[in-house]
T-cell receptor
């Protein structure tokens, strides 16, 4: 199993409060991703990183920000949580974009409920 | 932008029988990767099988095999000798081979296995 740890695994928060989800990897992989999973939508990319301090937006990035100050950690922040951000959040990692390491491995998910 | 379509939301199979899950995708690229992920009730994303577009031979992993039709942009998953533990949601996913490439998912299909 890929060494990916997400924290917290479960969280309930109130509307308008900031929330940070952490993804930690022990694989020294270059690429890291944040996805959200909602019924009827599969997994949708929020943000991703292709190196330290190198990040880019995915298809559902509004209301989210990310930071990657070191290889092993990728943080997802909801500046002011809304009920529409209630979801399961998955972190994923990948060694590279080359032929040799294109498989993406996922963490166990973080359940976030915004009330 | 690439899209992945899984048109069947649910399927059911008798234990020990064979089932095929369908997936189509749309891309203008010639070099890419395709994946099937399994998500059991635990929500863990488990890689089932992957296919490189430049390879003509269909990928196989034990009871799981794919039918990759590049011209038709079709990528179906065949599960042989279905087991109760195969019951899960299955996602088809696409990733281009370029740098900073992202993984795009279909909406998933729920597979149930009848004893």
């Amino acid at each position: 199993d890929a060494g990916i740890t997400q924290s917290p695994r479960h969280k309930v928060t109130e509307t308008g409060t900031p929330v940070t989800l952490r993804c930690h990897q022990t694989e020294n992989h270059r690429y890291m991703y944040w996805y959200r999973q909602d019924p009827g939508h599969g997994l949708r990319l929020i943000h991703y990183s292709y190196g330290v301090k190198d990040t880019d937006k995915g298809e559902v990035s509004d209301g989210y920000s990310v930071s990657r100050s070191k290889t092993e950690d990728f943080l997802l922040t909801l500046e002011s949580a809304t009920s529409s951000q209630t979801s399961v959040y998955f972190c994923a990692i990948s060694e590279s974009g080359s032929r040799s390491g294109n498989t993406i491995y996922f963490g166990e998910g973080s359940w976030l409920t915004v009330v | 932008a690439q899209t992945v379509t899984q048109s069947q939301p649910e399927m059911s199979v008798q234990e020990a029988e064979t089932v095929t899950l369908s997936c189509t995708y749309d891309t203008s690229e010639s070099d890419y990767y395709l994946f099937w992920y399994k998500q059991p009730p635990s929500r863990q994303m488990i890689l089932v099988i992957r296919q490189e577009a430049y390879k003509q031979q269909n990928a196989t992993e034990n009871r799981f095999s794919v039918n990759f039709q590049k011209a038709a942009k079709s990528f179906s998953l065949k599960i042989s000798d279905s087991q109760l533990g195969d019951a899960a949601m299955y996602f088809c996913a696409y990733r281009s081979s370029g740098a900073n490439s992202k993984l795009t998912f279909g909406k998933g299909i729920t597979l149930s296995v009848r004893p």
